[in-house]
């Protein structure tokens, strides 16, 4: 028997969808190539949402918080109680590989644990999200043990030189919290300044802390290659610089799996990575598969949120 629903993400926006269609009548499977929420598991340990509690709720499910707003461990708690509520089927550590459409059915090729098989399904919806893609970064020593993609906590970064490559929000954040725990912390970036989506409230903090010389601020520099004691830069004018490092955050940014939707048939515009889509319905120019979330805006992924992508599966199942 094929899957009624095969719902690829188990992110927020993907157990949005996923209850849409329940509540339907439809029994959907859900995967994910991580945990649930894998994204939120990659957020700093402690974080705090900015977000009211509200805003991050799905199917009517109400988020209870120890404060005014909700911190990472309670967000990670919230959705997993989703999950047990709803009764959702969700198959954990599993990637959609490719799909094609066969007559009136999908058929999907996964790799799980258990090897790779195919699986049949009448619909197909992508809420991939792009937290798990990094951007390309090409830096030579990019992959030596101290160099981080993703930040996790700053206390493991005491007294240690840390150099935090980025200017955005990421970045930013993670430069005053590794400040503020007592790392030697340097920002390198190749723009002249802060992009100008970093947080209005944060903003003020970091430029105050470089001014006050307490972190320490590399602009218009690119970043050369890496060594396991040096990240080695080189400003607009001036000569290459050594700077000492025992760990380095580079912060570049995500994007999604545009090679995946290519496989699959997804036309996407090629300078916005936008996918053709119907906007009433969110079906793709492939009969039968729909896009959720962030992807469904191509590269400029900061225009949809939980906050607004968590009502996507109501498009999608609703009709």
Known sequence: MPEPVLIVGAGPIGLACAISAKRRGLDPLVIDAGPIVSAITRYP??????TTPEL?????????????????????????????????????????????????????????????????CERLVLATGYFERVRPWGVPGEDLPHVHRYFDEAHRSWGQRVVVVGGKNSAVEAALELYRAGAHTTLVHRGG??????????????????????????????????????????????????????????????????????????????????????PETLETNVPGVFMAGSITRGYAISEVFIENGRFDGEKIFGT
Not at 96 to 120: C, M, P, Q, V
Not at 211 to 230: L, Q
């Open 45 to 50: 340990i402690g974080m705090t949402f900015f």
């Open 56 to 120: 991050l709720e799905i199917g009517g499910h109400p988020l209870v918080c120890g404060g005014a707003k909700p911190t990472r461990e309670e967000a990670l708690k919230y959705y997993r109680g989703v999950v047990r509520a709803e009764h959702l089927r969700v198959h954990t550590d599993t990637r959609l590989l490719n799909a094609t459409r066969s007559g009136t059915a999908i058929l999907a090729d996964l790799r799980g644990r258990g090897g790779d098989k195919r699986l049949e």
């Open 193 to 278: 300044g802060f992009k100008p989506g970093v947080k209005y409230w944060i903003k003020p903090d970091i430029e105050n802390r470089i001014a006050a010389g307490e972190i320490d601020a590399w602009f218009n520099t690119i970043v050369e290659r890496i060594t396991p004691e040096a990240v080695v830069v080189r400003p607009d004018t001036g000569p290459t610089v050594m700077l000492p490092a025992d760990r380095v955050y580079a912060l570049l940014g995500f994007q999604p799996d545009m090679d995946l939707f290519r496989r699959i048939g997804i036309t996407l515009d090629p300078d916005t990575g936008c996918p053709t889509i119907n």
